[in-house]
């Protein structure tokens, strides 16, 4: 198990605006972003915490101990030609989800929605140097990384979020999982990375191109 204990530079904002719904608002007043982000900047603690697992793709199971069976065709299908996989989880803290409650209770409506939008992107930044640190680890193995995949996706059922925390620690981060299987604090990812034989290549498509809600108001494509 490694802990990360990340930085936020900077929140992308464009980000920010599409998770809160507001990617085609032009004229939306830029102040109320940058309040946000840079709100988060000071409230986020950004965490993540990676281990590395054999992985038998002919039984579909995680070689942690006690084994974890991978459930859904999906998630099955995006690691099907793996012969590792890394689990890893991710947080920004639980002081930028109370500050958009505040915010909430206050009547302050656009300022928490900026908030709470600003902090799914800090997660998500997060994610994304984690995914990469992974990433660096496999090419010095002469391996290929997948693209990172959530319990949520596809048909991978949130109930696997409480076997997957359990098996990489993320208590260490205090990143726990309730008993409705939803993570908490809530501005936190877990996901799991196959590591592919280096000629091989993945047919399953990523992220917003694999979801069928083209109408979605978050969608990147």
Request: overall charge negative.
């Amino acid at each position: 198990m490694a802990i990360y204990n990340g930085m936020l530079p900077v929140i992308n904002k464009a980000e920010v605006k599409r998770y809160a719904g507001l990617r085609h608002a032009e004229d939306f007043p830029t102040q109320y972003v940058d309040e946000a982000c840079k709100e988060i900047l000071l409230l986020a603690t950004p965490k993540g915490v990676y281990k590395e697992y054999d992985y038998d793709a002919e039984t579909f199971t995680i070689q942690s101990n006690p084994p974890l069976l991978v459930e859904g065709k999906t998630v099955r299908d995006h690691l099907a030609k793996s012969t590792k996989v890394y689990v890893m989880g991710v947080t920004v803290g639980e002081d930028v989800e109370l500050r958009s409650e505040e915010l909430f209770k206050k009547g302050n409506y656009t300022v928490g929605l900026l908030i709470d939008a600003a902090a799914t992107t800090a997660v998500e930044q997060v994610a994304d140097q984690v995914n990469e640190v992974i990433n660096n680890i496999a090419k010095k193995q002469g391996y290929k990384p997948t693209w990172r995949f959530s319990p949520g996706y596809g048909n991978w059922p949130l109930e696997v979020q409480k076997d997957l925390a359990n098996i990489i620690g993320t208590e260490e981060i205090g990143l726990n999982v309730t008993d409705n299987h939803l993570l908490f604090p809530r501005k936190s990812v877990t996901a799991i990375i196959g590591f592919m034989p280096g000629d091989e290549s993945l047919p399953t498509k990523r992220g917003c191109t694999s979801c069928s809600q083209v109408d979605c108001s978050s969608r990147k494509v």
